[in-house]
């Protein structure tokens, strides 16, 4: 199929240029991290999940970063505030969570009913979806990302959860962290991309 201008330039052009960094398929891992942060090649960073599953069923998928190049990620009482918007398609209105003073980033937040939780059943599928963090090497700025994700939760319930996160103490953020609340990440491709503007 032919790229338009239009497509063109939302790859590379007036947006910045993007780059496959990573293309990892998980088996089994108990987190999948990434530290190859480079300032001088990238201003932003994207996570494209594909199939993510957990070998344990009913957990939050959570994210936490690093100051030190990934040898400890930020986990104290307080390090984050993420905010979220869940729907269901057992529910007729969408959910907001919010916690400002996180020891993690959950991007399906920590609504405690099976259907917004994800599911680790065969036919589930696992999390699908996109996370990004922008400038995460700026010190003046605390780091931030944002995500759209979607799978199915326990019993086979299709969900969705836009959200928006950031550490509470302005830093320069050098490895993320994503993993299950319990359990490891059975199965799943995440492909990382750089973006330069």
């Known amino acids: 199929m032919a790229t338009t201008k239009v497509d063109k330039d939302l790859i590379d052009g007036e947006f910045g240029t993007k780059t496959l960094i990573t293309n990892t398929d998980i088996s089994n891992a108990a987190t999948f991290e990434f530290t190859g942060f480079d300032s001088s090649k990238y201003d ?10 957990p070998a344990t069923d009913a957990v939050y998928l959570w994210c936490r970063l690093s100051t030190d190049g990934g040898s400890s990620y930020d986990n104290g009482a307080s390090d984050y505030d993420w905010r979220i918007l869940s729907t269901s398609h057992h529910s007729t209105s969408a959910r907001f969570d919010v916690d400002t003073t996180a020891a993690q980033i959950s991007l399906n937040g920590d609504d405690d009913t099976s259907n917004r939780k994800q599911g680790s059943d065969a036919d589930e599928g696992g999390v699908c979806g996109r996370v990004e963090i922008m400038l995460p090497n700026n010190t003046a700025y605390h780091p931030r990302i944002g995500w759209r994700i979607w799978g199915f939760g326990q019993s086979n319930i299709p969900n969705s959860h836009i959200g928006t996160a950031c550490h509470n103490t302005a830093q320069d953020t050098d490895g993320i962290q994503f993993l299950y609340s319990s359990g490891n990440i059975e199965s799943g491709t995440i492909k990382v991309y750089g973006w330069k503007v």
């Open 44 to 53: 932003s960073y994207e996570f494209v999940f594909h199939n993510v599953v």
